[in-house]
T-cell receptor, first 116, second 114 residues
Framework: GAGVSQTPSNKVTEKGKYVELRCDPI?????LYWYRQSLGQGPEFLIY????????DSGLPNDRFFAVRPEGSVSTLKIQRTERGDSAVYLC??????????????FGPGTRLTVL | AQSVTQLDSQVPVFEEAPVELRCNYSSSVSVYLFWYVQYPNQGLQLLLK??????LVESINGFEAEFNKSQTSFHLRKPSVHISDTAEYFCAVSRGTSYGKLTFGQGTILTVHP
């Protein structure tokens, strides 16, 4: 079946602009995660949704970052007033409905954001 | 809070040689431990995980990792590597619950030379 998809695959923008990054999780997956991977680093957690609500947004770096998941499926990560330091690969992952002690996170290919 | 340290940023080896990628973690609560692999131009894939039970876990392609609670380590090993194992490997930890964020290490680039 289809995996997690993310669009666009690449996004180049100018400092100060607004961007939206989209994540389509695996069908039926209730949990959705956003991570950010800067060059030479491991992914860093941003936010986690369970259904439509954000269960943990402790990783969002500041109020320029916001994410939504209005219907419990597709999610959009929104970044206002982009800065050069926001340049990174943004990863999305989804997990299935609770099925035991741990629910694996399946990752998408990522969106590479470059802020000029 | 949890943290993960991968002690080697790059590990070059020759084909058919053994390899060990080191990972140490810190946490004040019980955790689950993972190794993810990222092949060139591909997304992250789960390689193996430790949740509970036997401290030695194995993957389908010959990797194994051992959870050592006293040393807070989860090193990844393979007795004989192939060219196709060339990739970046990430160690990760999460709280011991069914859902929750992953905390990743910085990654280790494994390069297998012929």
């Amino acid at each position: 079946g289809a995996g997690v998809s993310q669009t666009p695959s690449n996004k180049v923008t100018e400092k100060g602009k607004y961007v939206e990054l989209r994540c389509d999780p695996i069908s039926g997956h209730t949990a959705l995660y956003w991570y950010r991977q800067s060059l030479g680093q491991g992914p860093e957690f941003l936010i986690y949704f369970q259904g439509t609500g954000a269960a943990d947004d402790s990783g969002l770096p500041n109020d320029r970052f916001f994410a939504v998941r209005p219907e419990g499926s597709v999610s959009t990560l929104k970044i206002q007033r982009t800065e050069r330091g926001d340049s990174a690969v943004y990863l999305c992952a989804s997990s299935p409905r609770w099925s035991g002690s741990y629910n694996e996170q399946f990752f998408g290919p990522g969106t590479r954001l470059t802020v000029l | 809070a949890q943290s993960v340290t991968q002690l080697d940023s790059q590990v070059p080896v020759f084909e058919e040689a053994p390899v060990e990628l080191r990972c140490n973690y810190s946490s004040s609560v019980s955790v689950y431990l993972f190794w993810y692999v990222q092949y060139p131009n591909q997304g992250l894939q789960l390689l193996l995980k430790y949740l509970s039970g036997s401290t030695l876990v194995e993957s389908i392609n010959g990797f194994e990792a051992e959870f050592n609670k006293s040393q807070t380590s989860f090193h990844l090993r393979k007795p004989s590597v192939h060219i196709s194992d060339t990739a970046e490997y990430f160690c990760a930890v999460s709280r011991g619950t069914s859902y929750g964020k992953l905390t990743f290490g910085q990654g280790t680039i494994l390069t297998v030379h012929p």
